[in-house]
């Protein structure tokens, strides 16, 4: 049985996306299950998370210090099950990217599973203070818990 591959898309992949692959990494089972993030934007390619992202999920036990930021490229829109955005911007730019409707129906912005039809963003905290990254950690973790247990459900059908 192959894994259900999960994809956390932000816009550097530095602050949000590399926090809800940690997030979303501790929720699921590893043997079932495979999730990465990636950047819309491409331009902090290889580099690690933000130090604030790093050190709010170091405060909440995880660890994502050895993540390296990546550029979304089209074929993740062949690999991926499900791929998860964190706004309007990154959920256009990914969807311009798809080549075909099934393509189309792996992209969901991400707090959309837990607050559907209310259009929520996961706000980017790149500019402001460390209690911006707190409240992303507070969405991401509970949105992950949403996923995780819809994700988790289906697999065990």
Known sequence: MSKTSILMVCLGNICR???AEGIMRSKLNFTKFSIDSAGTSGSHRGQAPDKRSIAVAKKNGLDISS?????????????????FVMDNSNYRDVIALAQNDEQRAKVHKIMDWAFPNEDLDVPDPYYGGDSGFENVYRMLDHVSNV???KLDSLTNL
Request: aromatic content about 8%; hydrophobic content about 50%.
């Open 67 to 83: 993540q390296a930021s990546r550029k979304l490229v089209a074929e993740d829109l062949v690999k991926f099950d499900y791929i």
């Open 147 to 149: 996923i995780a247990k």
């Open 17 to 19: 996306s590399p926090l």
